[in-house]
């Protein structure tokens, strides 16, 4: 199993270069695009392990990312979980790239279980409004398959197959998707045999009622899990 000292230390730039910036670095960029949810600030690895932790993952589970940036928090999560599958969306395609090159660094195991996807939440949101989600994330995730990258994952949907998610996403970007949030929830949180459960870093989901709320990471700063959606704030008011 890799652990986090042997992962990547270097995220490789869009050109497919080494001298990206350091995994835990404070590298942040402004996407101006009207489907941008935040700016790449990614999770440090003290955030990523303790959001592996209260999502308590094991080998069964499908973790989807929503704005993965270069996607480090899934490389950390399969790294220390074996047999877990993970899939990331991200907008930008040096992100993607990015993502997939420091993933090629990682044991072909790992490699084979996770899936760097370019695509935009909000059009997920209005291709599930329509009927077409899982057709368009399949055939997003196929076209950009490459090697034995995301191998295990292939055919996987965010809502048939999701059974954790992760997210680092600004309240506006949160507000944007909410929609799309609150499908997820209500498709996936009344399977039972799926134990759908949610972690977003630092900003809470306003609509929903968190579990529990983890503070120990530097800084103090939140942690939130949802795993409970029958229950939420928007049912109360």
Same mark, same amino acid.
């Given at each position: 199993?890799? @652990?986090?000292?042997?992962?990547?230390?270097?995220?490789?730039?869009?050109?497919?270069?080494?001298?990206?910036?350091?995994?835990? /670095?404070?590298?942040?960029?402004?996407?101006?695009?009207?489907?941008?949810?935040?700016?790449?600030?990614?999770?440090?690895?003290?955030?990523?392990?303790?959001?592996?932790?209260?999502?308590?993952? =094991? &080998?069964?589970?499908?973790?989807?990312?929503?704005?993965? /940036?270069?996607?480090?928090?899934?490389?950390?999560?399969?790294?220390?979980?074996?047999?877990?599958?993970?899939?990331?969306?991200?907008?930008?395609?040096?992100?993607?790239?990015?993502?997939? !090159?420091?993933?090629?660094?990682?044991? +072909?195991?790992? *490699?084979?279980?996770?899936?760097?996807?370019?695509?935009?939440?909000?059009?997920?949101?209005?291709?599930? *409004? !329509?009927?077409? +989600? +899982?057709?368009? @994330?399949?055939?997003?995730?196929?076209?950009?398959?490459?090697?034995?990258?995301?191998?295990?994952?292939?055919?996987?949907?965010?809502?048939?197959?999701?059974?954790?998610?992760?997210?680092?996403?600004?309240? =506006? /970007?949160? =507000?944007?998707?909410?929609?799309?949030? %609150?499908?997820?929830?209500?498709?996936?949180?009344?399977?039972? %045999?799926?134990?759908? #459960?949610?972690? %977003?870093?630092?900003?809470?989901? #306003? !609509?929903?009622?968190?579990?529990?709320?983890?503070?120990?990471?530097? /800084? &103090?700063?939140?942690?939130?899990?949802?795993?409970?959606?029958? %229950?939420?704030? =928007?049912?109360? !008011?």
């Amino acid at each position: 199993m890799a @652990t986090p000292s042997t992962l990547p230390t270097t995220a490789p730039t869009s050109s497919g270069s080494n001298k990206g910036p350091p995994v835990n /670095g404070s590298d942040a960029v402004h996407l101006h695009h009207e489907s941008s949810l935040a700016p790449f600030n990614p999770t440090c690895d003290q955030a990523s392990e303790t959001a592996r932790k209260m999502l308590q993952l =094991k &080998d069964t589970d499908v973790l989807f990312d929503l704005g993965c /940036g270069d996607a480090r928090m899934l490389l950390h999560a399969a790294a220390m979980t074996p047999g877990l599958l993970c899939v990331g969306i991200e907008l930008d395609p040096v992100f993607v790239q990015r993502g997939r !090159e420091a993933l090629k660094q990682l044991p +072909e195991d790992v *490699q084979r279980r996770v899936d760097i996807r370019q695509g935009d939440l909000l059009q997920l949101l209005k291709d599930y *409004q !329509e009927g077409k +989600e +899982e057709d368009a @994330t399949t055939a997003k995730q196929e076209e950009d398959s490459t090697g034995i990258l995301g191998e295990d994952c292939r055919g996987l949907s965010l809502f048939r197959n999701a059974t954790a998610l992760y997210m680092f996403l600004l309240p =506006k /970007g949160i =507000k944007k998707i909410q929609p799309l949030l %609150n499908a997820l929830a209500q498709h996936c949180g009344n399977d039972n %045999n799926r134990n759908f #459960r949610v972690v %977003n870093y630092m900003f809470s989901v #306003r !609509e929903w009622e968190p579990t529990m709320v983890d503070k120990t990471t530097k /800084g &103090d700063a939140p942690i939130y899990l949802y795993n409970k959606f029958g %229950n939420n704030k =928007k049912d109360n !008011e």
